[in-house]
């Protein structure tokens, strides 16, 4: 299904409010149904929003590399992501592996000029820096980067930091390829 240029920016001007919803809508299924209905539910949605707006898509026409590929690292993804949400032990926590899925774009970014011979401006440099520190701000939880804070919250609970450590490497593989 062909879309015009208004349905799609309307679309571009509509993702990154889901995007951002993302992280709530999950933490708040993993804790009313469980990380597993709660996944099964998300992606329910997801797939009523995609069809609604591109109809079915034609699968034969899409490359073996989408499937080997694009499939292996959204799932991977998925997973890791919502089982990271899910096993945060608080609402602070949920923010904080929150934003560090925050990290994909700056990360592809990063790997698409360093890996792919992309073209940056230096002001990218500077947008990339700025992200990192603002993670680093939310995880120290001062405006002063304070790794022993960071150090701290992360090992509070490691498991849900390095699932989502993994949720953001399957974004940025998924991306780069």
């Known amino acids: 299904m062909k879309i015009s240029t208004n349905q799609a920016t309307l679309i ?3 993702s990154p409010i889901f995007w951002g919803l993302s992280v709530s809508l999950v933490r708040t299924l993993s804790e009313t149904l469980g990380v597993g209905k709660g996944l099964a539910i998300n992606y329910l949605i997801a797939l009523v929003f995609v069809f609604l707006l591109f109809g079915v898509p034609n699968l034969k026409a899409m490359p073996l590399k989408y499937y080997i590929c ?3 690292c959204a799932i991977g993804t998925s997973m890791t992501f919502a089982f ?7 609402g602070t926590q949920t923010m904080e592996v929150g934003m560090i899925n925050y990290l994909w774009p700056t990360l592809t970014i990063l790997f698409a000029v360093l890996f ?12 990339m820096l700025l992200a990192i520190y603002g993670i680093f701000v939310v995880l120290s939880g001062n405006l002063l980067i304070d790794f022993r804070a960071m150090w701290s919250h992360i090992t509070s609970n490691p498991i849900s930091y390095f699932l989502m450590s993994q ?8 991306a780069v390829n």
């Open 84 to 90: 990271s949400l899910g096993l945060a032990k608080d």
């Open 167 to 174: 949720a953001v490497k399957y974004e940025v593989l998924y």
């Open 116 to 127: 792919n011979g992309q073209k940056a401006k230096w002001w990218v440099g500077i947008g």
């Open 70 to 72: 694009g499939l292996g």
């Open 12 to 14: 571009g001007c509509i």
